[in-house]
């Protein structure tokens, strides 16, 4: 008889397959315990460095237990490499300084790095970020700004349950990360506020993002380059950007972006939907196979968009074209209305032309009457009910 061996990925599934001996010898560390205290006021970023240091020294599995309260944090870098797997348990309120500065010259607020097997879970962030929109917007010398929850070089990294409010820039940050799942968390930041990205991944493999919900003032989820087998879905986007891969090709040397898949996701009144967005600039970049599919678009401005001619204040590009290749983009089962009478603009690069873009079964409205569609420099095939009509040349 032949032998059927089938390989799960834990993490890619959501099973935990329990080791009980580990158990028995796992241990916890209770901020409190450290010093930490929950009054909101009172400076606890020492006591959550001590026991970060504890529980990632311990020689069994540990957990960072934060109990019900608020807590005054600084800048804070929980460190690795960790010599066993740790969870970092949040019960209550992570809450920055008023003083946006304090934390705003570092570039983040809270940054795990070279950790591996590492579960973050629960709790509220609070990034006190109001103050250092204010500024960006009065044009005064502000500070770089700090992203709310950063991962640099972590594998095997699970993170659930997390409200981030009112970031500075960017609430969570995928850098240059394996094996990666973020699930049910929501990040909220006013639609008008600069840069706040719900979801940034860049130089990782094998992330994937499953019912979370966005409401920023930048993009959602944005993709960056050097990212491969993103695998995304039940997403609830709006107010933002919507789901972006890019922007890519601002520098020549650019690795590219490789499998990624949006499935089962709600816009609603975000400024763009999917989009795909390059400088126009010379790269060796590229986009390919990418799945967007089982959509729904509630009042959605570019409902579905590849912009190749980006260029912002006209500086460093004009006269130039993209570089970056883009091939073999699927959209399918694109349902719902656009808030512009365009919902689908595929503008791509005149020297480099999008190659392989198909369409299936796409139903968008403006106004309760069919939308309209632009194509420039792209070859594909278009299938299934189709509305706007398709400007493909199949």
Known sequence: MNRVVVYFNALQVGIFFHDSSNAASSTSYNVV?????????????????????????????????????????????????????????????????????????????ILFNRVDNLVVSGGKLDAKGVGFWNCRRSGKNCPVGARTMTFNWVNNLVVSGITSINSQLSHLVINTCNNVMVRNVKLIAPDKSP?????????????????????????????????YNLFMSNIKCGPGHGVSIGSL??????????????????????????????????????????????????????????????????Q??????????????????????????????????????CQGIKLEDINLNFKNKAATSSCNNIGGTSNGTLVPESCLLN
């Open 33 to 109: 315990k450290f010093g930490a205290k929950p009054d909101g006021k009172s400076d606890s970023t020492e006591a959550f460095v001590n026991a970060w240091k504890s529980a990632c020294s311990s020689l069994v599995p540990s957990t960072i237990y934060v109990p019900k309260g608020r807590y005054l944090l600084n800048a804070i870098n929980f460190r690795g490499p960790c010599k066993r797997k740790v969870t970092f348990l949040n019960g209550g309120t992570l809450v920055a300084p008023e003083d946006y500065k304090v934390v705003g010259n570092s570039g983040f607020w």
């Open 249 to 314: 090709g601002q520098k020549v040397d650019e690795k590219g972006v490789e499998n990624v898949t949006l499935t089962n996701a709600i816009f609603s009144g975000s400024d763009n939907g999917v989009r795909i967005k390059s400088w126009a600039r010379p790269s060796n970049g590229f986009v390919r196979n990418v799945l967007f599919q089982n959509i729904i678009m509630n009042n959605v401005e570019n409902p579905i968009i590849i912009d190749q001619n980006y260029c912002p204040n006209n």
């Open 316 to 353: 460093g590009c004009p006269g130039q074209t993209s570089g970056i290749k883009i091939s073999e983009v699927t959209y399918k089962n694109i349902q719902g209305s656009s808030a512009t009478a365009e919902a689908v603009t595929f503008d791509c690069s005149p020297s480099n032309p």
């Open 195 to 227: 840069n706040t990205d719900g979801i940034h991944v860049e130089n990782s493999n094998g992330v994937t993002i499953n019912g979370c919900t966005m409401q920023t003032g930048d993009d959602c989820i944005s993709i960056g380059d050097a990212t």
